[in-house]
């Protein structure tokens, strides 16, 4: 399982990330991207739409290892 953390303060509510994983994405009140369900679309799908949002606002990251998927890197606490 992933968990996935969108970046308020980064999100600019272009959608890019509803339009690629509709079933994890969606917008709150503000037009920015929220996620509804972490396990609502493949994970091949969401580190799509963290890589294609144009500000780097969502972070994804292995539940059981604590490895960044996206952005790729070490592990991550928290």
């Given amino acids: 399982m992933v968990k996935i953390d969108v970046d308020r303060g980064l999100c600019v509510g272009n959608a890019m990330c509803v339009a690629t994983a509709p079933g994890v994405f969606a917008h709150n009140e503000n037009r920015q991207s ?39 890197g070490p592990m991550v606490r928290g």
């Fill in 34 to 72: 929220t996620v509804v369900d972490s396990k609502g679309d493949p994970e091949s799908l969401v580190l799509e739409a963290a890589a294609n949002c144009p500000v780097s606002a969502i972070r994804v990251v292995d539940g059981g290892t604590g490895r960044s998927l996206f952005p790729p």
